[in-house]
């Protein structure tokens, strides 16, 4: 069955999706009845197209990998510079894939690019926080009044499936408390400043070396990335109506030295950037801070870029689950499954 697909966004994530339609087309038609047909690609930087017949995706990808530009692909009858609201209300689409870069304080522009989709009729997959972040029981209304689906797996850790996760393997648990691991870069530093003995200066230019880390590393190391995804969890799993201000703490790594982490070690403990949220008196108590757990705490583990998150549970006990919290075809993977899933829902 063919299921109409508008892309908000090719850049890195939008490209893993597109490779993995690629890579994938025979499993996806033969076990999921899935055809992707694109018909429209909006981009800040490359450009826009807009073809209701369908683009070659093979093709395009490959355009987009040597050009570096969407405008300009070769499409007959195609229209080309609208920009990605007007695609969106001139896209004869099933399904807005929204993967811009993410606005913690605003949202936008992907806000709007969902408003907008969901106004048209569109089923939303994003990965981007900002609009969970800030506007998730907002979203969430106004996609059951348009009877519309909504879509955001690869928010908190990427392709490592977490709301998935709850909805189907851990249904009926009440969740009382979520804590985990939800920040590769400062995993990163922090496993290579026990491991290696390196400074927090020396760790975080590494990271930025290897591309884990910003040239302005503020939202890594301070603790806001993380929290985002404290405030999405305390939301969309614990019922909540948080916002970022609403946080007990927000403490981020740049505080911690050599001395901090081989003082833990001697005790047998192990510093982490732990986000967490939990029910206590009817209340969400939600916060990011470093914290030094026992040796035998799963989370003390975890190491390199690598996330992970532990529910506990009334029926199951305490659930924990690790995997990459980034990457361009592990977060492209996320979408994918969220579109599988709408594809089969809708």
């Known amino acids: 069955m063919q299921r109409k697909i508008v892309l908000i966004g090719c850049g890195v994530v939008g490209q893993g999706f597109l490779e993995i339609l690629v890579k994938k087309k025979e499993l996806l038609a033969n076990k999921f009845d899935f055809e992707p047909v694109l018909v429209g690609v909006a981009d800040m930087m490359k450009g826009s197209i807009l073809?209701?017949?369908?683009?070659?995706?093979?093709?395009?990808?490959?355009?987009?990998?040597?050009?570096?530009?969407?405008?300009?692909?070769?499409?007959?009858?195609?229209?080309?510079?609208?920009?990605?609201?007007?695609?969106?209300?001139?896209?004869?689409?099933?399904?807005?894939?929204?993967?811009?870069?993410?606005?913690?304080?605003?949202?936008?522009?992907?806000?709007?690019?969902?408003?907008?989709?969901?106004?048209?009729?569109?089923?939303?997959?994003?990965?981007?926080?900002?609009?969970?972040?800030?506007?998730?029981?907002?979203?969430?209304?106004?996609?059951?009044?348009?009877?519309?689906?909504?879509?955001?797996?690869?928010?908190?850790?990427?392709?490592?499936?977490?709301?998935?996760?709850?909805?189907?393997?851990?249904?009926?648990?009440?969740?009382?408390?979520?804590?985990?691991?939800?920040?590769?870069?400062?995993?990163?530093?922090?496993?290579?400043?026990?491991?290696?003995?390196?400074?927090?200066?020396?760790?975080?230019?590494?990271?930025?070396?290897?591309?884990?880390?910003?040239?302005?590393?503020?939202?890594?190391?301070?603790?806001?990335?993380?929290?985002?995804?404290?405030?999405?969890?305390?939301?969309?799993?614990?019922?909540?109506?948080?916002?970022?201000s609403d946080a007990k703490e927000r403490i981020g790594i740049s505080g911690i030295t050599i001395e901090d982490i081989q003082k833990a070690k001697s005790e047998g403990m192990r510093y982490k950037l732990i986000g967490s949220t939990k029910l206590e008196n009817g209340q969400i108590i939600a916060s990011v801070k470093p914290v030094k757990l026992p040796l035998s705490d799963p989370l003390a583990g975890v190491g390199g870029a690598v996330n992970a998150l532990t529910f506990k549970t009334d029926l199951s006990g305490d659930i924990t689950i690790l995997g990459p919290g980034a990457g361009k075809l592990e977060t492209g993977f996320a979408i994918m499954i969220d579109v599988i899933n709408m594809h089969q829902e809708m």
Do not use: W
């Open 51 to 244: 073809a209701q017949d369908g683009i070659d995706i093979p093709a395009f990808l490959e355009h987009v990998k040597a050009k570096g530009t969407v405008h300009d692909f070769p499409v007959e009858s195609a229209i080309v510079g609208l920009n990605s609201i007007d695609i969106l209300k001139q896209a004869e689409a099933d399904i807005m894939v929204e993967v811009t870069y993410t606005d913690i304080k605003t949202g936008e522009p992907a806000s709007s690019h969902i408003r907008t989709a969901f106004e048209k009729g569109m089923c939303v997959a994003t990965t981007n926080k900002g609009p969970i972040t800030l506007h998730f029981k907002e979203l969430v209304d106004l996609a059951k009044k348009n009877n519309v689906l909504f879509k955001y797996e690869g928010v908190v850790m990427s392709g490592t499936p977490i709301f998935d996760l709850l909805d189907y393997c851990l249904a009926v648990n009440d969740i009382h408390e979520i804590k985990g691991i939800l920040n590769g870069t400062t995993n990163f530093m922090l496993t290579k400043m026990e491991d290696e003995n390196m400074s927090y200066q020396d760790a975080l230019a590494l990271a930025q070396k290897l591309g884990y880390a910003e040239a302005d590393p503020t939202a890594d190391v301070e603790g806001f990335d993380a929290l985002a995804k404290v405030i999405i969890l305390s939301n969309v799993v614990l019922g909540g109506s948080l916002k970022p």
